[in-house]
């Protein structure tokens, strides 16, 4: 309510001292803070990826994924990594995902709700002034006032209250800190949401063009064993060869008919999965292809030092703000079992019927400051203390087990493109062996040099080689993600987080009027429960 010049209450001089010593004393306890200060761990000494230092790894004579990769110490990670590969395909299904999983709307929603409750937590830095507006009707007994009648009396009164609560021991303080603690581990759950994603994007398309790579090749050896067969059927109605023979090809052709189905499935489910990552239904398939000679592999391959390796992996980074979020816990914890600090103050004015507010001789004002001293619980704040302190303590185990994973999960993704390389360059010598054999067999066999069960087993082994080297391909784009995503992904080279996320620090702020007011029908879901 908006004062009257002539009707304005002044305060007495003589106030100020009563409030004087007490803040004086919360002035000179300002600065303390309570409980530890948080110190981020440091890398670990002597820690590396593996005792041999693995540089290049082998080459294959072959254009799919055959190139020898080179391991570049300290190469930084681009954001995007996903588009060493060279595949807009590619490149366009992780932007959709990116856009439309709902994994990730979640975890930003998440981060949001965070950083909302780090501006709550600060508002508690500041005083708080309400305002209260009153008028009420009252009938008194003339019994108990001694008048002859019963009075009915008006009374109305308005005021203005303010409450603070210095943070003299810095509960609050660590309290935000703890928040923003939490905010920071949000932050990186949404980049390890990210990650996760990418990787799992470009893995998932990596697997559709294995399996579509091995369909063809099992069709191919469909098509050879159907010939094969018509030529032994030719040679059976010339009384050449026996019925076992034919019989044993028509066996053999079936087999290998009925791997195409698993292989059919593996492929239908693969791209439900596909879909699935990128926010659509099955039957929102719009038909991307992937084959293997469709992506490049990447040659330059970036190996972090072991001290930014630690820094780089999010999930590391998520560990260490629990562990941040756990020290501050301990501070609050500290500060509850210290005296706390309250002062507060109204100012107002209260008049009966027939008067106006704000009238000479109508002010009221009132300031009071407490301290309050917990002198006996049994013993609960100490036993929440000693519980914060075991939290830090196993925040502390988590944080070194995080690490130790993040340092094996490199040293994997190594020797795993180490042997994918050496298991590819035998394969694909494997493979034309195989074939070299099967042709040779095939031309003994219609000479009448050899019997039907060398070319069966010829034709087998072809088949078996032909398969394993498109898995070893396959292995090597797959391993090549994994040492990405097991370095972090390069997330600190991108802007992509939505700036929502980060909420605003609002001092002052009323319900909408949309909120006050219901709507007489169903809302409409919010648009990231909108299936579009």
């Given at each position: 309510?908006?004062?009257?010049?002539?009707?304005?209450?002044?305060?007495?001089?003589?106030?100020?001292?009563?409030?004087?010593?007490?803040?004086?004393?919360?002035?000179?306890?300002?600065?303390?803070?309570?409980?530890?200060?948080?110190?981020?761990?440091?890398?670990?000494?002597?820690?590396?990826?593996?005792?041999?230092?693995?540089?290049?790894t082998a080459q294959a004579d072959i254009d799919t994924g055959g190139a020898a990769q080179r391991l570049i110490a300290g190469m930084d990670i681009p954001g995007q990594w996903w588009a060493l590969f060279r595949s807009p395909a590619l490149n366009a299904l992780v932007e959709e995902a990116l856009r439309a999983n709902p994994?990730?709307?979640?975890?930003?929603?998440?981060?949001?709700?965070?950083?909302?409750?780090?501006?709550?937590?600060?508002?508690s830095l500041f005083?708080?002034?309400?305002?209260?507006?009153?008028?009420?009707?009252?009938?008194?007994?003339?019994?108990?006032s001694g008048l002859p009648e019963s009075p009915i009396l008006t009374v109305s009164s308005a005021s203005l209250s303010v409450s603070y609560a210095p943070d003299v021991f810095g509960g609050t303080r660590r309290q935000i800190e703890a928040t923003s603690a939490q905010a920071e581990y949000q932050r990186f759950q949404l980049e390890a949401t990210y990650l996760t994603l990418t990787a799992n994007v470009v893995n998932t398309a990596i697997s559709l063009a294995s399996v579509r790579d091995q369909i063809a090749v099992t069709e191919e050896i469909i098509r050879l064993q159907g010939?094969?067969?018509?030529?032994?059927?030719?040679?059976?109605?010339?009384?050449?060869i026996s019925d076992a023979d034919v019989l044993t090809q028509q066996t053999a052709l079936a087999q290998s008919r009925a791997t195409l189905p698993p292989l059919q499935k593996q492929l239908a489910q693969t791209r439900n999965q596909l879909m699935a990552y990128l926010g659509r239904f099955p039957n929102q398939d719009q038909?991307?292809?992937?084959?293997?000679?469709?992506?490049?592999?990447?040659?330059?391959?970036?190996?972090?030092?072991?001290?930014?390796?630690?820094?780089?992996?999010?999930?590391?980074?998520?560990?260490?703000?629990?562990?941040?979020?756990?020290?501050?816990?301990?501070?609050?914890?500290?500060?509850?079992?210290?005296?706390?600090?309250?002062?507060?103050?109204?100012?107002?004015?209260?008049?009966?019927?027939?008067?106006?507010?704000?009238?000479?001789?109508?002010?009221?004002?009132?300031?009071?400051?407490?301290?309050?001293?917990?002198?006996?619980?049994?013993?609960?704040?100490?036993?929440?203390?000693?519980?914060?302190?075991?939290?830090?303590?196993?925040?502390?185990?988590?944080?070194?087990?995080?690490?130790?994973?993040?340092?094996?999960?490199?040293?994997?993704?190594?020797?795993?493109?180490?042997?994918?390389?050496?298991?590819?360059?035998?394969?694909v010598v494997a493979e034309r062996s195989a074939q070299a054999s099967l042709d040779l067999v095939?031309?003994?066999?219609?000479?009448?040099?050899?019997?039907?069960?060398?070319?069966?087993?010829?034709?087998?082994?072809?088949?078996?080689?032909?398969?394993?080297?498109?898995?070893?391909?396959?292995?090597?784009?797959?391993d090549t993600t994994a040492l990405f995503q097991a370095l972090g992904g390069g997330w600190w080279n991108r802007t992509d987080v939505d700036p929502a996320t980060k909420g605003r620090p609002d001092r002052f702020g009323l319900p909408s009027w949309q909120e006050i007011m219901p709507a007489t029908k169903k809302p409409a879901p919010s648009d990231s429960a909108r299936f579009d």
């Open positions: 309510m908006k004062e009257h010049p002539r009707q304005r209450v002044s305060r007495p001089q003589h106030v100020a001292h009563l409030l004087a010593p007490l803040s004086l004393l919360c002035l000179a306890l300002a600065g303390c803070t309570v409980g530890p200060d948080f110190v981020r761990p440091d890398a670990p000494a002597n820690a590396d990826y593996s005792r041999e230092k693995l540089s290049t994994d990730v709307s979640a975890a930003q929603a998440a981060l949001r709700q965070a950083n909302e409750l780090v501006y709550a937590d600060q508002a005083p708080s002034v309400s305002g209260n507006v009153q008028k009420a009707r009252e009938k008194v007994s003339g019994v108990t010939g094969q067969l018509d030529l032994l059927q030719a040679q059976r109605r010339l009384g050449a038909g991307e292809r992937f084959n293997l000679a469709s992506l490049q592999l990447p040659q330059a391959l970036p190996v972090s030092l072991p001290s930014d390796m630690v820094a780089q992996r999010p999930d590391v980074r998520s560990a260490q703000a629990q562990l941040h979020q756990a020290s501050a816990d301990i501070g609050v914890a500290v500060a509850n079992q210290l005296p706390q600090f309250s002062i507060t103050g109204s100012l107002g004015s209260t008049v009966a019927g027939g008067t106006k507010l704000f009238s000479s001789g109508s002010g009221v004002w009132s300031l009071a400051g407490a301290i309050t001293q917990p002198l006996f619980d049994a013993g609960a704040l100490e036993h929440r203390k000693r519980a914060a302190v075991a939290a830090y303590d196993e925040s502390a185990a988590r944080y070194r087990g995080t690490v130790l994973t993040a340092f094996q999960d490199v040293a994997n993704a190594l020797r795993a493109l180490e042997a994918d390389a050496d298991a590819l360059n035998q394969q095939q031309t003994q066999f219609r000479l009448g040099a050899v019997a039907y069960i060398n070319l069966l087993n010829a034709q087998q082994t072809y088949q078996n080689t032909a398969l394993a080297r498109v898995r070893a391909q396959a292995a090597r784009y797959s």
